[in-house]
């Protein structure tokens, strides 16, 4: 399984970008993807993660702000991110796992993507 990010890169406060997770090894219809990111110095902190069946979940800071979605046919996940803060620079990375359970816990995800860097300015 293979998970590679693009689309990060510098954006103003209050602005918006989308990354994208592009998948391989896997059928995206039998797993749950999610996006976590990371700070400096911080822990890892859940996103966005998406089931199988499409049912979607947030972590309350990014609820109303980001969006994740999958293209099946093109095996890439996204994360529609808008409004960015402050607060939303970090490293994000996808990933991905078997099963629909614990789905905001990073230690269930079995295979990662390097991640990718979005430096957000003020």
């Known amino acids: 399984v293979q998970l590679v990010e693009s689309g990060g890169g510098l954006v103003q406060a209050g602005g918006s970008l989308r990354l994208s997770c592009l998948v391989s090894g896997v059928t995206l219809n039998n797993v749950t993807m999610a996006w976590f990111r990371q700070a400096g110095g911080k822990e890892r902190e859940f996103a966005a993660a998406i089931w199988s069946s499409g049912f979607q979940f947030y972590g309350d800071s990014m609820r109303d702000r980001f969006t994740i979605s999958r293209n099946n046919a093109r095996r890439t996940v996204y994360l529609q991110m808008n409004t960015l803060k402050p607060e939303d620079p970090a490293v994000y990375s996808c990933?991905?796992?078997?099963?629909?359970?614990?789905?905001?816990?990073?230690?269930?995800?079995?295979?990662w993507g390097q991640g990718t860097q979005v430096p957000v300015s003020s």
């Open positions: 990933a991905a796992m078997s099963g629909p359970m614990f789905y905001a816990q990073s230690a269930q995800y079995a295979h």
